[in-house]
C-alpha cells in the first residue's frame, strides 16, 4: 500500500496500460474524509499485497481525477489490466474495500 499521495500524477495512457490489478486512490493529504478512511483501505490491503496502490492528489483541473469523472475524495478506482472494475467514494468500511480488492485480485 502506498501511503503518501502523489503530487506528480501519471497520464491516463499509462494507467490504461498497466497489467493486472490497480487501485487508484484519488484525494489530498488534508482532506477529512481521505485522513479517516486511511485505517480502512490499509486494513483491506493487507490481505492483498500485491495490488498495485496509486495514491494520487486531485483538485480542480487535474486531468487524471478528470478522466476518471472524480467528483468526491477519496475515490478508489479497481482496475484490472487498466479497465474499470468498480469503485467506491467515500468508504466507510474496510469490507467492502476488501470485496473490490478480491475481485481485481482473482484474476
Not at 31 to 50: E, K, N, R, V
Not at 51 to 57: G, L
Amino acid at each position: 500500500m502506498t501511503r503518501d499521495f502523489a503530487a506528480i500524477e501519471p497520464a491516463r495512457t499509462e494507467i490504461d496500460s498497466l497489467p493486472g490489478a490497480t487501485v487508484l486512490e484519488f484525494g489530498t493529504p488534508w482532506c477529512g474524509f481521505c485522513l479517516a478512511a486511511q485505517p480502512l483501505i490499509a486494513d483491506a490491503f493487507d490481505t492483498h499485497p500485491a495490488v498495485r496502490h496509486i495514491k494520487v492528489e486531485d483538485g480542480k483541473g487535474r486531468p487524471l481525477g478528470r478522466s476518471f469523472r472524480v467528483t468526491l475524495w477519496p475515490t478508489l478506482v479497481f482496475l484490472r489490466d487498466g479497465r474499470e472494475l468498480s469503485r467506491l467514494v467515500r468508504p466507510t468500511d474496510a469490507g467492502a474495500i476488501r470485496e473490490a480488492l478480491a475481485a481485481i485480485d482473482a484474476g
